[in-house]
């Protein structure tokens, strides 16, 4: 252009350059006004090879990140807090669908699948590395625990006793109202194998009408004391209305931890157990036992799951 208008200049005397730039601005204020009358002048046409601006879904991304790097944040202070080691890794979403449980092998009892017994397993068929965090009976009412939990954002599941609730069951429903399912342990925490089955029936099924009464829901998950059950306890938990029988792959206490395999290993889809228990039957407060939990763990790139999500 440039030696175009030179050219022009030398043979219209300089006349030129002065019609170049009114033609110029005729074009810029021709393309200023189609701009404007295209939607109200809110869509700008992209660059060629560029996609289209979209500013809704790139602010509500910007926010998700924002949500999520203010969420590591405060878990980040909450483990400083409780004297963590590493903050705790977020446990993956939820899988969309739900994996199938069956009772483990060499947990059956006599014509377990055939009579539609309730499921009993020690770990959950993912390869999410999730582990579940389980707590029983409810002796102890750690107010510290409650707190801590809620601060790291760390999700269990809780199998109660009744006699054991019955003195505080305010703690259990602030609990409750932080997200955590309360589930049944019987109403006495008896030793229900060899119990006849009215016996073990009056157990589960008295406990799923305290928990209605007390927790204004009916559970679905229910947890034999020490692990111990025969084919009437789930005949039993079957007609209370329960779907599924969880044990236990590792144990975990204040100062220790009991594992059931030989190898001594967490797993993909581990239930632990633990107990509400302080001072006076362990080695160590609630808060103690958490952080061993937690340590661990994190350490091996566990995040802690909600085991309802994958029922």
């Not at 004297?83 to 890794?89: K, N, S, Y």
């Not at 030793?191 to 829901?217: D, H, W």
């Not at 036992?289 to 085991?307: C, D, P, S, W």
Request: proline letters at 7%; aromatic letters at 8%.
């Amino acid at each position: 252009m440039r030696a175009v208008v030179q050219n022009d200049k030398s043979r219209a005397g300089g006349r030129a350059p002065a019609r170049a730039r009114i033609g110029l601005a005729v074009l810029v204020l021709a393309a200023i006004a189609s701009g404007c009358a295209q939607d109200g002048g809110s869509d700008v046409t992209p660059a060629g090879g560029q996609q289209p601006l979209d500013a809704p879904p790139a602010r509500a991304l910007d926010s998700h990140a924002g949500k999520l790097r203010a969420a590591h944040a405060a878990r980040a202070a909450a483990a400083h807090r409780w004297d963590l080691r590493r903050a705790p890794l977020a446990a993956p979403p939820p899988p969309t669908e739900k994996p199938r449980i069956r009772t483990r092998k060499g947990f059956e009892v006599k014509g377990h699948r055939k009579s539609g017994l309730p499921p009993v397993f020690t770990t959950i068929p993912t390869r999410d590395k999730v582990v579940f965090l389980t707590i029983d009976d409810g002796a102890e009412k750690d107010r510290a625990f409650l707190r801590m939990m809620s601060d790291l954002d760390v999700p269990y599941t809780a199998f109660l006793s009744g006699y054991l609730v019955k003195d505080d069951p305010r703690y259990f429903r602030k609990m409750q109202s932080g997200g955590v399912v309360l589930n049944n342990h019987t109403l006495h925490h008896p030793n229900l194998r060899g119990l006849s089955y009215r016996a073990q029936k009056r157990e589960i099924c008295g406990m799923q009408r305290y928990m209605e009464k007390r927790f204004g829901k009916r559970p679905a998950l229910f947890r034999p004391p020490f692990g111990s059950y025969d084919r009437a306890t789930l005949r039993a938990a079957r007609a209370c209305g329960i779907a599924y029988v969880p044990l236990w792959n590792q144990e975990v206490f204040a100062d220790h931890w009991e594992y059931r395999e030989g190898d001594r290993k967490l797993r993909p889809g581990d239930i632990v157990l633990t107990h509400f228990r302080g001072r006076d039957e362990g080695k160590g407060t609630m808060a103690d036992m958490i952080r061993r939990f937690l340590n661990k763990v994190t350490a091996e790139g566990y995040a802690v799951g909600r085991l309802e999500d994958y029922l």
